[in-house]
């Protein structure tokens, strides 16, 4: 009903910069809180930042002044630019939304994960 599609990840040096989209579609009424997760290998996943439709945002700590996360409501897309990479950022990022459908039902949804490497 709803896919959630990512793009942007890859391989970058330390204090390097990327920049990840993730793409909502399907049958979307509308859609409230919008989030980036990450997963590094032998780690459980944790939130990197999220945003409400008003666009109030939350980080977690370790990405507080590198990471900025947004989104387009017109476009049923969130951004997050990553500056000053760091080795330890290296991980699969998965987006995440909270969809209200066409039926007025409501969906959690997950993406299919970038990986994002940083190395030299």
């Known amino acids: 009903q709803v896919q959630l599609v990512e793009s942007g990840g890859g391989l970058v040096q330390p204090g390097g910069s990327l920049r990840l989209s993730c793409a909502a579609s399907?049958?979307?009424?509308?859609?409230?809180?919008m989030g980036w997760y990450r997963q590094a290998p032998g780690k459980e996943r944790e939130l990197v930042a999220s945003v409400t439709s008003g666009g109030s945002t939350n980080y977690a700590d370790s990405m507080k002044g590198r990471f900025t996360i947004s989104r387009d409501n017109a476009k049923n897309t969130v951004y997050l630019q990553m500056n000053s990479l760091k080795p330890e950022d290296t991980a699969v990022y998965y987006c995440?939304?909270?969809?209200?459908?066409?039926?007025?039902?409501?969906?959690?949804?997950w993406g299919q994960g970038t990986l994002v490497t940083v190395s030299s």
């Open positions: 995440n939304a909270d969809v209200r459908l066409v039926s007025r039902s409501y969906v959690n949804v």
């Open positions: 399907g049958s979307i009424f509308s859609i409230n809180d």
